[in-house]
């Protein structure tokens, strides 16, 4: 099947750019939220992103003010991970799992490359799921098997999220 070839190609190539490929001059919103578009694998035609999106997520401390209206690598490093993460997370899990980074004194450069390694990991492991040559009969199975893969990761994510949580509030009262 033609569409599960493109799907598994794209899992298994498209990436979003390394740290040191990032564009190192200052983009303003209209060029960030263009530039956001190439990021991550998308199938829908709608905005990953836009200039509210960016606005509320630097409101919420997940991204760190501009530079005047300017945006750097930094920028496009946390917008890459949070449009990804928010396919699956709330704002304020994204928040903890950015705060423990910070925490453990990770700098946006490693902590966009754990992130880019993570993603990486992630689309190999589920492209190698992929059955291109699957029949129509096999499609609901293998969807269904995605479906419960995600529940279970949901599960231990949101619970280790818990755990972590209360680890960061003490923290903060130290």
């Known amino acids: 099947m033609d569409e599960l070839q493109t799907l ?3 899992m298994e190539q498209e990436r979003p750019t390394p740290w040191e490929d990032l564009p190192d001059i200052a983009l303003y919103m209209d060029q960030l939220i263009s530039y956001m578009a190439r990021q991550l694998i998308r199938f829908d035609e709608g905005p990953p992103l836009t200039s509210a999106m960016v606005i509320n997520y630097i409101k919420d401390g ?3 003010r501009a530079d005047g209206k300017r945006y750097g690598p930094t920028h496009l490093g946390y917008l890459t991970a949070v449009v990804a993460l928010k396919q699956v997370l709330s704002v304020k899990n994204i928040g903890a799992l950015m705060g ?3 925490a453990l004194e990770k700098t946006p450069p490693e902590q966009y490359g754990y992130f ?5 990991r992630a689309l190999t492991d589920t492209a190698q799921s992929i059955d291109p040559e699957a029949g129509e009969s096999d499609l609901a199975r293998m969807a269904l098997d995605f479906a419960v893969r995600s529940y ?9 999220l818990d755990i972590l949580q209360p680890q960061n509030a ?3 009262h130290k």
């Open 8 to 10: 598994k190609t794209r």
């Open 62 to 64: 997940l991204v760190p």
């Open 100 to 102: 423990a980074g910070r």
């Open 152 to 160: 279970a990761n949901q599960l231990a994510c949101q619970r280790i």
């Open 116 to 120: 880019c390694r993570a993603l990486d």
């Open 170 to 172: 003490r923290d903060k």
